[in-house]
């Protein structure tokens, strides 16, 4: 089902279920997916796999999601890649935040498979067209 | 004889020398036949006259005594003519010399040779004289004597033929009156009496005159010839003023004649020197004389000064009167002034003692009738405190214009109460710098003091009510300071349960969201292919799990609202655009509720600018609650708009249950429905409406709502077309 070339997706999340439904449903959907559990390991992987996509949990342990963002957006190797940020946290100013730390998308927990892989091929395809 | 009887009755029109003149002094000899005082004096007038001699004497030889004596003298000066006398036997002296000569003698200064009845000079005064021997004429001698019957003395040395004839008929009546030697004893006796009476009368200062019944002068002393007499030779004024005088005085003696009036009356005659009035006193009395008849003595008695001085002094009185009056009047006002002056006001002279006091420093310084002995002995503590500040100014060296302040303390004798005063004191004094008085006035300083009391008990009070406010201000600045910790601690606590609720949201989602994610994921067949009834049972889940995520989506959201962070993404839409939208997204519900939903659109509504997906969410929500509460009959979704308020209208019409009055505004509350009974029919958190409401006020616009029980209810949500920022 999932092809060698299909788009690399790096889903980065500290909730084992909620990582591992969306890394499901995304090969389902036919993406390759690759995962980290912490802002550390989303940057070591992003550097070593250079995913074409980041679905970035923000509320991570260690470095955060927004600390990781910086990070790959200040790095030339991985700036080009969209980050979509994932959150539970709906309150103003959360997703204000995300965007300020280089987010290009910005997905609010609890989010169905199916709409966030609409978000997803939404995203690839802005990056396509750019 | 006095020259003045000889002056008074003679009254001839002076001419030229002529025989009609010389013809008058014969005449007047023929008249005074036995007189030769009066022809001597005559003829020496009539030299004046005539002959231009103004002035000269005539001295006889009398036989008797052997002596040369003055019997007449013209417009001389000094003693009496009848005061010089020379003896015959001083062969030495010129004049007798020439007497002896019968020549007449020029002597250029006459020096008497130390005889002692010598008068001290001559008659006609020093200066050179001519003395001219009576009876010659022509140089020839007389036949009676060897020597000269007289001399006569003249200024001047020329003789005139008129002298000289003079020189001869009066050298002949001197020797024919002599001849009669029976006579001259009696005649010289005659002349002294009446040398003596003249002198007498002369001495008088008053006038005094003998007039005939008419008024005519017979006789007047000095004084009164200068009233009555005048010769020709003065001036027209003094003529006039003598005549005047003369017609007055004789109306007098005729009115004092008719009345029989011994008494003395007042005559006004004029002063014929300078024409001034003159107020005589006049006393007549009449004498009675065999031979010379009736006449009148009168005695005038100038009152003029008197008249004028009585009359000054009652001026002066009349004047005293005034200033008199004038000064009491002052005296009044100024103590009318003092004792109006409620302080106590004292005038006391040089030594210290009081010469005038007001009527308030007589309360302190005099005893009322009937006073204590204890008022007795205050009056005299007064007196004494105030002697000894007076004699302190006295003594001290206060000078002119200075003010000398003290305090005493006096007593009121009346109420023995103790007045403190300050006596404030200043001197008068004279032009010449002599202390005439010193003025003091007394000061109550009672009232002084008791006003300083007062203040400072005021101050005392505003001080106390001073530290009061402050300590007032300062409680209030820590209740202040209370309140604002408080607050903080409110805020902080609102803080925490706000976010305490976030993180709760935050932690219910994780789960639901791994719930809600399988389950769908379970239904898309990622698993596989499901038996329908694992298939309809995963739907079940799926359906609970939503509405608890609507649950959780709804306390955020009030949370957020409350904490204010709910965020406005304001954007131009279209109202209308928004119905479809709604019921599209409540499809699954209309489907299953079987009512007709029909939405009535406006054509004319202009764009809206709001937050679209606040004003979507509160339309799904007013819509829905209308498909739950509705169970026949239908729904409506009305849009307008109001061109006036600028406002644009959602109203969802339905017939459903309808609410009670009562309940309309207890559903827009938190957690609330009509029936929030355990065992309640509807479902729902009950937080939609309030949710509702709180969007609305955000978007600067509110909800309504019309209703009646069993009917249906209308709720309209109305925002303004622009909302603010």
């Not at chain 1, 910005?106 to 199916?114: A, I, Q, R, S, Y």
């Not at chain 2, 729902?684 to 949710?691: D, P, Q, R, V």
Request: hydrophobic share 40%; proline share 5%; net charge negative.
């Amino acid at each position: 089902m999932t092809q060698p070339d299909s788009p690399l997706i790096l889903v980065v999340d500290d909730y084992q279920d909620a990582r591992e439904m969306y890394a499901e449903y995304l090969q389902f959907s036919g993406f390759r997916v690759a995962e980290a559990r912490n802002g550390n390991e989303a940057v070591a992987q992003a550097f070593s796999l250079r995913p074409d996509l980041i679905l970035m949990d923000l509320s991570l342990p260690g470095m955060d999601g927004w600390e990781a963002t910086r990070v790959l957006k200040a790095d030339d190797r991985t700036k080009h890649i969209p980050v979509v940020a994932l959150t539970g946290h709906a309150l103003a100013g959360a997703s204000e935040g995300a965007r300020k730390a280089g987010c290009d998308s910005f997905v609010t927990k609890p989010c169905l498979p199916d709409d966030l892989v609409v978000e997803v091929r939404r995203m690839l395809d802005t990056v396509k067209k750019a | 004889m006095s020259s003045l009887q000889a002056r008074t009755f003679t009254r001839t029109a002076g001419t030229a020398v002529s025989y009609a003149a010389r013809l008058e002094l014969l005449e007047h000899y023929l008249a005074h036949h036995e007189d030769i005082v009066r022809c001597a004096q005559v003829s020496l007038e009539w030299l004046a006259r005539h002959a231009g001699v103004k002035q000269s004497a005539c001295l006889a030889v009398d036989v008797e005594s052997n002596m040369l004596v003055g019997i007449a003298a013209y417009g001389t000066i000094g003693d009496d003519i009848e005061l010089f006398s020379w003896p015959l036997s001083d062969n030495y002296d010129p004049m007798i010399a020439a007497l002896e000569a019968h020549t007449p003698v020029h002597i250029k200064s006459y020096r008497p040779n130390g005889h002692a009845s010598h008068p001290p000079s001559l008659p006609l005064g020093r200066g050179p004289f001519t003395a001219v021997p009576l009876g010659i004429r022509g140089g020839t001698m007389t036949e009676h004597d060897e020597i000269a019957p007289g001399l006569l003395l003249l200024r001047t040395p020329a003789l005139t033929p008129d002298i000289n004839w003079v020189v001869a008929v009066l050298g002949q009546k001197i020797d024919q009156v002599r001849g009669r030697g029976s006579l001259a004893e009696e005649a010289r006796k005659l002349r002294r009496e009446r040398t003596l009476f003249f002198t007498i009368i002369n001495a008088v200062t008053d006038p005094i005159m003998l007039t005939d019944i008419e008024g005519r002068l017979i006789v007047a002393n000095a004084r009164a010839e200068k009233l009555f007499a005048a010769s020709e030779e003065e001036s027209e004024g003094r003529r006039r003023a003598v005549e005047l005088n003369n017609m007055l005085f004789s109306a007098a003696l005729s009115r004092s004649a008719v009345e029989g009036s011994q008494e003395a009356r007042e005559l006004l005659l004029v002063d014929p020197s300078d024409g001034s009035d003159l107020l005589f006193e006049v006393l007549s009395t009449t004498v009675e004389d065999p031979r010379e008849g009736t006449g009148v003595v009168s005695v005038l008695r100038n009152i003029t000064d008197l008249r004028r001085a009585t009359e000054q002094i009652e001026e002066n009185y009349q004047k005293l009167r005034v200033a008199e009056a004038a000064v009491r009047a002052e005296r009044d006002r100024l103590n009318l002034i003092i004792d109006s002056v409620a302080d106590p006001i004292i005038v006391t002279d040089s030594t210290g003692a009081t010469v005038l006091m007001n009527a308030p420093s007589e309360d302190l310084f005099t005893l009322p009738p009937g006073a204590t002995e204890m008022a007795a002995r205050t009056v005299q503590a007064n007196d004494a405190h105030f002697s000894s500040f007076i004699s302190g100014l006295l003594l001290g060296e206060t000078g002119p214009g200075e003010i000398r302040r003290g305090e005493i303390s006096l007593m009121n004798p009346a109420t023995n109460e103790p007045i403190p005063v300050e006596a404030i004191a200043g001197k008068v004094l004279t032009e010449t710098g002599e202390l005439t008085a010193v003025v003091t006035i007394l000061h109550d300083r009672r009232e002084a003091l008791e006003r300083a009391k007062l203040y400072e008990q005021l101050k005392t009070a505003s001080d106390e009510l001073q530290a009061r406010v402050q300590a007032a201000t300062a409680e209030l600045a820590t209740q202040n300071e209370l309140l604002r910790r408080q607050a903080i601690e409110l805020e902080q606590a609102s803080r925490l349960k706000s976010q305490f609720l976030a993180n709760m949201s935050h932690e219910f989602r994780t789960p639901l969201n791994a719930i809600l994610g399988y389950t769908h994921m379970l239904l898309q067949g990622v698993a596989g292919d499901l038996l329908p009834a694992v298939k309809r049972q995963l739907q079940r889940i799926d359906s609970n799990g939503r509405h608890l995520m609507t649950i959780i989506n709804e306390i955020l959201d009030i949370t957020r609202i409350e904490a204010g962070k709910m965020p406005m993404q304001l954007s131009e839409f279209n109202l209308n655009e928004l119905v479809p939208e709604v019921m599209a997204e409540l499809d699954p519900v209309i489907a299953r509720s079987k009512l007709t939903v029909s939405p009535m659109l406006c054509p004319d509504l202009p764009m809206v600018y709001s937050d679209r997906q606040k004003v979507k969410q509160i339309i799904v929500n007013l819509l829905s609650n209308a498909l739950k509460f509705t169970h026949e009959g239908g729904i409506r979704i009305t849009v307008g708009y109001d061109s006036v308020d600028r406002t644009a209208n959602v109203s969802v019409v339905d017939t459903g249950i309808g609410i009670s009055p009562e309940n309309h505004e207890k559903i827009f509350e938190d957690f609330r429905q009509v029936d929030d009974s355990p065992s309640r029919p509807y479902g729902g958190t009950g937080l939609g409406l309030a949710i509702c409401r709180r969007l609305a006020t955000a978007l600067g616009g509110r909800i309504t709502l019309e209703s009646q029980m069993g009917k249906g209810s209308t709720f309209t949500l109305t925002i303004p077309a622009e909302a603010e920022q």
